[in-house]
């Protein structure tokens, strides 16, 4: 189909593009930025007066509960929550139910998320067989899948030994192992250690959990030239250590998550289980490190973390209560709010959202350039909404910022040069 998107604020991060202009697509590509070839006859024509049109987002962090935990979110509900909030690009780890550690599962997770015509599902295989850090995958096989990287998920690899291995193998090859930075002894508290956790009881997890495995896995990565993407940090001294270690020419992307970003430990409150999250909320000096880092490019891209959780998991005492929350609704919203808040311009939120979290894929997408998939996000970014759990699409209803009011709405996404969403 011929779509014309016509008089919006078009902005690319990538290429520093930022004009009033038309985009014209055919073909599931675009084919012009401004004006449109004359053989050019729209069968669609969008308004965007008054929008921003930008690339599709890319979501390093969503999981999609299926297989094995539809009561908590299956790919309908959540590809739907996505293309809503202009993700067109979204990774899954791959803690599923089986876990996504044989070719076959992650044929059939993509066979069927092909078959919604949604977001492109981008599935992260199991670095060892069932996630139990013993047994390495056979990666190619699960790279021919359609796998991006691979990773242990929230399931911390206490065997250093196997994670050297897995360093070597991968980049053998050329693939990137994904690793959320937690030492597995330390790891198993329930909020941030300090001063809230002690005076409310609550185990502890301290920021040697983070720093441990991070000196950790900087040091096998000296000796082996693998590519890492660390996932969710959530400290200031995590901040800086991957700041050196890029420094000193590692391999190493990363990214932070929307509620480290926005939230502090103190947004536990009474216990509330909404704010029981992996990793846990820090203190104020950690968020400002970590906004700090966003902005000056030592960390690589804002994520999600959207983890659906059902109304029977939370309703538990805090240190029983599963962990995770709904965002990917919010993913967007929260760039917008960050950005505002530290004076950033636009783009620089976008960025972080687009074109970079696509370098840490190493793919082509998350930019408007000419002959590009016409991954298109068009945001008004004047209109303002407040966070209602009931109205969120996502299965997942449980989220630290139900009442927040946000700026940016969505108003139409494009996937492959297909309207996989505009606003009623």
């Not at 069932?130 to 991006?148: D, F, H």
């Not at 005076?199 to 000796?223: D, K, N, Q, W, Y």
């Not at 000419?370 to 209109?383: N, Y």
């Amino acid at each position: 189909m011929k779509i014309l998107i016509q008089g919006g604020r078009v902005i690319d991060p990538q290429s520093q593009r930022d004009e009033i202009a038309d985009v014209a697509i055919s073909a599931g590509k675009i084919v012009a930025i401004g004006q449109a070839p004359a053989d050019f006859h729209a069968q669609k024509t969008i308004s965007a007066a008054g929008c921003v049109v930008m690339p599709g987002l890319v979501d390093l962090a969503v999981r999609l509960r299926e297989p094995g935990h539809e009561h908590e979110g299956m790919l309908d509900s959540e590809l739907a929550a996505a293309v809503a909030a202009g993700v067109t690009s979204l990774v899954c780890p791959p803690d599923t139910t089986p876990v996504l550690d044989e070719p076959g599962l992650v044929e059939m997770l993509r066979f069927k998320a092909n078959k919604l015509n949604r977001s492109n599902v981008l599935p992260l295989g199991a670095l060892t067989r069932g996630l139990k850090g013993e047994v390495l995958t056979e990666m190619v096989k699960l790279s021919e899948a359609g796998c991006v990287g691979f990773s242990q998920a929230e399931v911390a690899l206490g065997n250093t030994q196997v994670l050297q291995r897995a360093l070597q193998y991968a980049s053998s090859f050329g693939y990137t192992v994904w690793l959320r930075p937690q030492e597995l002894h330390l790891g198993k508290g329930v909020a941030a250690s300090g001063a809230l956790a002690t005076r409310m009881g609550l185990s502890g997890v301290p920021v040697a959990a983070e720093t441990i495995a991070l000196h950790t896995i900087f040091e096998l990565m000296r000796h082996t030239p693998a590519r890492v993407h660390l996932c969710r940090l959530s400290s200031a001294a995590g901040v800086a250590l991957v700041r050196q270690a890029k420094a000193d020419g590692l391999n190493v992307t990363c990214d932070v998550s929307i509620n480290s970003l926005h939230l502090t430990d103190v947004d536990v409150g009474y216990f509330d289980a909404r704010a029981r999250l992996s990793p846990p909320l820090r203190q104020q000096a950690d968020r400002e490190a970590l906004r700090q880092g966003l902005a000056d490019g030592s960390i690589d891209a804002l994520v999600s973390d959207h983890c659906p959780v059902d109304a029977d998991n939370k309703a538990l005492p805090f240190a029983e209560a599963e962990q995770g929350a709904t965002g990917v609704e919010l993913l967007l919203s929260l760039a917008l709010k960050w950005a505002q808040d530290s004076k950033l311009p636009l783009s620089r939120a976008l960025a972080s959202l687009t074109c970079q979290p696509s370098r840490v894929l190493q793919l082509p997408s998350g930019s408007l350039s000419l002959g590009s998939l016409a991954d298109v996000c068009v945001l008004d970014p004047q209109a303002h909404w407040q966070v209602t759990p009931s109205a969120l699409r996502s299965q997942g209803k449980y989220t630290p910022f139900a009442g927040y009011e946000l700026p940016g709405r969505v108003r139409c996404t494009l996937v492959g040069g297909h309207v996989a969403y505009q606003a009623a």
